[in-house]
C-alpha cells in the first residue's frame, strides 16, 4: 500500500512542479495596472536617452525572461552585470577572455538596445593575480593601463557609457582602502579614465558609485573627485549613482544632488536602481515601492543631466539582492513569476508626471 502511494505521488511529482507556461499574478497582492508600450518608451517620451536594465549570460536561457527583455520598447539599454568584470574578462595576467561579455554586447546589439560597460577598475571580483601579486607601482599602472585600454578597446563602438571606476570611495568621502589606492594612491583613477578615453573617444566615462544619490559626505567627496579630475584634464563625462534603496528610504534630496553634479559639467546616470524591502511582500509594502520608484524616476526627469535610468535587473527571479540582504527582496518591478507589480506602475507615472 506504501509503495504504491509513493508510486502515484512520483507519477504526479512532474506536473505538480511543473513551471508555469504563462506569468501567474499572487491573487493577494496588487498588481500593475499601467497600459504603455514599453518602460523604455515612456522614458523616450520623457526625453530620457533609455530605461534599460542589467542582465547576466545565465538568465539568457530563460524563454520567458528573453520574451520580456527582448520586447519592443521594453528596455532600450543593457548592461552587463558580470561578464565585463575584471575576473571575467582578463582571469590570468594579459590573457583575456570576451566570450561571455560579447554574449550581452550581441544582445544588446541584435535588439536594438544601448550597450553600458561595467566596469573597468573595482576592488571586488578581482583575479587573485591582481590582488597577490604585489606588484610595485610602475607595474600595477601599467596593469591598470593595459586592462582598461584592451577591455574598452574591446567594445569600441559597441558601449555608450562606461563605467571606468567602480565604487572608490568610502561612506565619509575619502578614498576605499583597496590594491589600487594602497599602492598607487587616487592617481589610479586618472589612469584607468586616460587609458579608456585613449581606447575609445566616442565613449562616455563614469565613476560609479553607491550612498551618493542624496546629499551627505559621500556624494560631496565624489564631487570634490570630479572637480580635481576635471581641474587635472583627466577625461570624466558623467557619475553613476547605483539607487540600490529600501522601501520607504528613498533620499529627499535626489533633485538637489543631481543638479549639483550637472552643475560640475557631468552627465548623470541612475545605473542599478532596484528598491528592496523585509519579506514577506505586503500590500502597504507595494504601495510604498511603487511610490518611492516614482520619486526616483521623476527625480531624473526633472534634471535634464540626468540621461537614463538602468534597473539592476528587472525581475525578482534574478534580483541579487535576497542572496547579499539575508531577509530582503522584492526589489525590482516584476516579480519571480515576470509578472509587474505595482513599482511598474510607479516608474511609468514618474516619467508621465
Not at 8 to 24: F, G, K
Not at 262 to 267: C, I, K, Q, R, T
Not at 283 to 311: H, R
Request: with cysteine; aromatic share 8%; charged share 15%.
Amino acid at each position: 500500500m506504501q509503495f504504491a502511494l509513493l508510486a502515484a505521488l512520483v507519477a504526479l511529482a512532474p506536473a505538480a512542479l511543473a513551471l508555469p507556461a504563462t506569468p501567474i499574478a499572487d491573487a493577494n497582492l496588487p498588481g500593475s495596472t499601467a497600459n504603455v508600450a514599453g518602460l523604455h518608451a515612456v522614458a523616450k517620451q520623457a526625453g530620457k536617452l533609455y530605461l534599460g536594465t542589467a542582465t547576466d549570460n545565465n538568465e539568457l536561457s530563460n524563454g520567458q525572461y528573453t520574451a520580456i527583455l527582448d520586447a519592443p520598447n521594453m528596455f532600450g539599454q543593457i548592461t552587463a552585470e558580470n561578464s565585463m568584470k575584471w575576473d571575467a574578462t582578463e582571469p590570468q595576467q594579459g590573457v583575456f577572455t570576451f566570450a561571455q561579455g560579447d554574449q550581452i554586447a550581441n544582445q544588446a546589439r541584435s535588439h536594438g538596445q544601448l550597450l553600458r560597460g561595467h566596469n573597468c577598475v573595482w576592488h571586488q571580483q578581482l583575479p587573485n593575480w591582481v590582488t597577490a601579486g604585489h606588484f610595485n607601482a610602475q607595474q600595477l599602472t601599467q596593469i591598470v593601463q593595459n586592462h582598461c585600454s584592451t577591455l574598452v578597446g574591446h567594445y569600441k563602438g559597441q558601449v555608450i557609457q562606461w563605467d571606468v571606476v567602480n565604487e572608490p570611495l568610502n561612506e565619509d568621502g575619502s578614498f576605499r582602502q583597496d590594491v589600487f589606492f594602497n599602492t598607487l594612491g587616487s592617481g589610479y583613477i586618472a589612469t584607468a579614465l586616460r587609458a579608456a578615453r585613449a581606447a575609445d573617444p566616442n565613449a562616455k566615462l563614469f565613476i560609479n558609485e553607491f550612498n551618493v544619490e542624496g546629499l551627505g559626505a559621500k556624494a560631496t567627496g565624489l564631487k570634490n573627485l570630479v572637480k580635481t579630475l576635471k581641474s587635472q584634464g583627466v577625461p570624466i563625462d558623467g557619475v553613476g549613482l547605483q539607487s540600490h534603496f529600501i522601501v520607504g528610504q528613498v533620499p529627499t534630496t535626489l533633485v538637489q544632488n543631481m543638479q549639483e553634479f550637472a552643475a560640475l559639467g557631468v552627465e548623470i546616470a541612475i545605473t542599478e536602481l532596484d528598491i528592496r524591502m523585509t519579506l514577506p511582500e505586503t500590500a502597504a509594502l507595494l504601495e510604498q515601492q511603487k511610490k518611492d520608484f516614482q520619486t526616483v524616476v521623476a527625480a531624473c526627469k526633472a534634471v535634464s543631466a540626468c540621461v537614463g535610468i538602468t534597473l539592476w535587473d528587472w525581475t525578482d527571479k534574478f534580483s541579487f539582492i535576497p542572496g547579499t540582504f539575508p531577509g530582503q527582496g522584492a526589489a525590482t518591478p516584476w516579480d519571480e513569476n515576470f509578472v509587474k507589480k505595482p513599482a511598474f506602475d510607479g516608474i511609468v507615472a514618474g516619467f508621465q508626471q
